[in-house]
DNA sequence: TCATTATATAAGTCTTTGGTTATATAATTC
DNA sequence: GAATTATATAACCAAAGACTTATATAATGA
């Protein structure tokens, strides 16, 4: 049982596709499709700098990709399932191998969350 | 009966995503897909510089989606169905609304071309 | 061969992007 | 309430993008 997609104008299917055409905001999604991370994991897991990481999150979330949810001292991320071009997104995920070296590098270095 | 899709490395699906990832050769795949179109075509149909033109078919020929034929003066593009992302490039425009005003609008101005 | 037509390329400009460092904010813990 | 931890934001910078204008190339046709 396939879903009907929805078709999807010009200016929101390049903006949908901008914001996941970076390889840390691809795998950003690649990951919170799972579940949700928060960003001192993002940090370790990409070896990337703080407001590096959250300016890809703040992105990604502009677009409406992700959603942000606080829990203490840290802030969640995890796909928006509301976002209307979640098939878009999902089709573009879908085909993206899983056991790819890259992804599969930077889910090693995941660490856990004292709050989890 | 659904092909089952090839799954993608990071970097060849941002690739390929980035070369997607802007209006004019949004539209240029969705066009390229029923058909060839020539340069010039384009110049009219998107009212855009032959130079622009140019370059943004460049870019999509130099990322493996199009490929080129030269027909007496004029220069013809279309899909390049051996892509190695051409799953992902087509489950992206299959989303793609075909009713969408902007390609509607570039469509209607759509001129032959002497060799037709 | 010369003018015309179709296209590519080069060089310049302006904007956007993705990082940096430094600093602000907000919750937690001592 | 002071120090610590998690995160965001601001300002800056270098590189990439998407145009522009000017010019080169290549095929066509007189």
Redesign the pocket.
């Known amino acids: 049982m396939t879903a009907v997609t929805v078709k999807r104008d010009t200016a929101s299917t390049v903006q949908c596709m ?1 914001a996941m ?2 390889p ?2 691809l795998l950003i999604m690649k990951l919170v499709q799972k579940k949700a991370y ?4 993002f ?1 370790d897991m990409f070896e ?12 990604l979330k502009m677009a409406g990709l992700v959603r ?1 949810e ?1 829990r ?5 991320f995890s796909m928006n399932d509301e976002f209307g071009a979640r098939d878009l997104v999902l089709s573009i995920l879908n085909q993206l191998d899983d056991e790819d070296e890259t992804l599969r590098a930077i889910q090693s270095k995941e660490k856990a ?2 709050c989890d």
Chains 1, 2 share one sequence.
């Open positions: 901008k055409s970076d840390t905001r928060c960003v001192c994991q940090v990337m700098s703080q407001p590096a990481i959250s300016q890809h999150l703040r992105k942000e606080r203490g001292q840290w802030r969640f969350v004292s």
